[in-house]
């Protein structure tokens, strides 16, 4: 979901016994499991390090408004909300179908048939509705090793640990900026410019809310301070004529 109701009163009236951490843990709890549409996991440590906020505020919040299921932790409101929302989305689908087949005279089931599957897209799945959302990228298994595949088909270098990968692709996807070959391999042609690893590279963007990565940013980072020609001829002429003793001219 890119956006959810938020009933001020109804927030206020349920939140108000909470401290500013616990308040600040929900707010974020919240956008973690409509963004996702899927319950929070029983994993707080993993929560609390993803949303930035103390085990104990995630853990207090969780046992105080939320339900813990097997797999993972409910709220009744944020669960009827995604419901609405992928009812929504199956019943728009439903009815672009149905405009589509008389549009374009295909089969009577109301769904289009040979070339006009491609001009529909995600409207012309034959297997029936659209399956919610979700975040969960599947391992794909060559040989004896596995390679992380993510939604946007890029894979994980080699040389990058899954952790900093996550992450990287976590702060992309927040600022809306899908994750793609090509922006990888600049970064790492940037990473070498700057003669660090492709890891340090996406680690520093990760501390810095980068999206992408220039070498020439590393360099403004560590360049030391310089007053210039101009700036050093005048504080010298400033420090001249401190060291004047003014009785001289007496």
């Known amino acids: 979901m890119h956006h959810f109701p938020f009933h001020i009163g109804d927030y206020l009236a349920a939140t108000s016994h909470l401290s500013n ?37 995630i853990e207090s919040v969780l046992q105080d408004l939320f339900a ?7 709220h009744k409101r ?8 992928q009812s929504f989305i199956v019943s728009g689908k439903k009815g672009a179908a149905v405009r589509w087949s008389k549009e374009k005279g295909s089969e009577p089931n109301g769904v289009a048939s040979g070339g006009d599957r491609e001009a529909i897209g995600c409207l012309s799945n034959p297997n029936g509705n659209r399956e919610p959302r979700t975040e969960n990228r599947e391992p794909i298994t060559t040989g004896t090793s596995k390679t992380i595949v993510a939604r946007s088909d890029c894979i994980r270098p080699e040389t990058v640990s899954e952790q900093v990968w996550q992450d990287f692709q976590t702060l992309r996807r927040a600022k809306k900026a899908p994750l793609t070959s090509s922006a990888i391999s600049r970064i790492e042609k940037e990473a070498g410019k700057a003669g660090i690893s492709l890891e340090a ?9 980068w999206t992408g990565f220039k070498a020439d940013w590393m360099k403004a980072k560590v360049e030391p301070f310089d007053l210039g020609a101009a700036t ?11 060291s004047t003793n003014p009785w001289e001219s007496i």
């Not at 813990?68 to 409910?74: S, V």
């Not at 944020?78 to 929302?85: L, N, R």
């Not at 050093?232 to 401190?242: K, V």
Request: include cysteine.
């Open 68 to 74: 813990k299921h097997d797999d993972g932790y409910h």
């Open 201 to 209: 590279a996406l680690t520093e963007c990760c501390a810095r809310g």
């Open 21 to 57: 951490d616990e308040d600040l843990a929900f707010r974020r709890i919240l956008d973690m499991y409509y963004h996702t549409e899927l319950p929070i996991p029983l994993d707080t440590k993993w929560v609390a390090k993803r949303l930035r906020v103390s085990v104990e505020a």
């Open 78 to 85: 944020c669960d009827e909300e995604i419901a609405k929302y």
């Open 232 to 242: 050093q001829r005048i504080l010298q002429r400033e420090l001249e004529n401190e």
